[in-house]
């Protein structure tokens, strides 16, 4: 397998906002993400600093990132980065399909955001399993437990953590269970055949 590569990261970035008609902004340069996570962090639904530096953020369809697309970072390297993009893609896709009711539920209730979390979370689990051909056992537990920087409860958290599971199932048995996710693969496999697992690959051919 090889590595991305910046030029490969930015095309892909293209490619997906095309599709999914999305605008990418850096954080730190968007006075309404500074509000936005004082907002959050006094609701307590994400601490402020990890706001900033850690956190993408969508809201309709302009998607917020803490790093520059095809500039790897402390805390983000060039895969991630191609990851999280899917996964912010698969909310646009959610907004589509539940309108202003993703806004309310998201805000409004935890079970529900760890729900829709759960769900953009398959995202990242289809491309995991694309580039390393696995889907280790201690994912479930491990992505559900994120959720907790979401303001999400304990009872969430083993709600999202079965859904998860259920998850790491199907994509273990070559089910690809997201649409963001299934944009993303057909892109990376035209485009960037080399950063998926030989595995991967040759059940692909088979």
């Not at 999305?22 to 996570?37: F, Q, R, W």
């Not at 899917?86 to 409004?108: K, N, P, S, V």
């Not at 992505?143 to 709600?159: E, I, K, N, P, S």
Request: aromatic share 10%.
């Amino acid at each position: 397998m090889s590595e991305p590569t910046p030029d490969v990261v930015r095309a892909y970035y293209a490619a997906l906002c095309a599709d999914y008609g999305a605008t990418v902004v850096p954080k730190a340069s968007s006075a309404l993400m500074g509000a936005v996570g004082a907002f959050l962090g006094a609701i307590g639904i994400v601490d402020r600093a990890a706001f900033a530096s850690r956190f993408v953020t969508t809201l309709g369809r302009t998607v917020y990132v803490p790093f520059v697309p095809g500039e790897p970072s402390a805390d983000w390297s060039l895969w991630s980065q191609i990851e999280v993009l899917a996964h912010e893609c698969q909310h646009i896709r959610q907004h589509d399909d539940r309108g202003l009711r993703f806004e309310r539920d998201y805000l409004m209730s935890t079970a529900k955001r760890a729900h829709l979390e759960a769900e953009a979370y398959a995202v990242n689990a289809a491309l995991h399993h694309w580039r390393h051909g696995v889907i280790e056992g201690w994912w479930p537990t491990h992505t559900a437990g994120l959720l907790r920087f979401y303001g999400c409860t304990d009872a969430d958290v083993l709600v999202a953590e079965r859904h998860l599971r259920m998850i790491a199932s199907s994509v273990r048995a070559g089910v690809v269970v997201s649409h963001a996710a299934r944009t993303a693969i057909v892109w990376l496999d035209e485009h960037a055949p080399k950063l998926r697992h030989p595995a991967v690959a040759s059940r692909a051919r088979s």
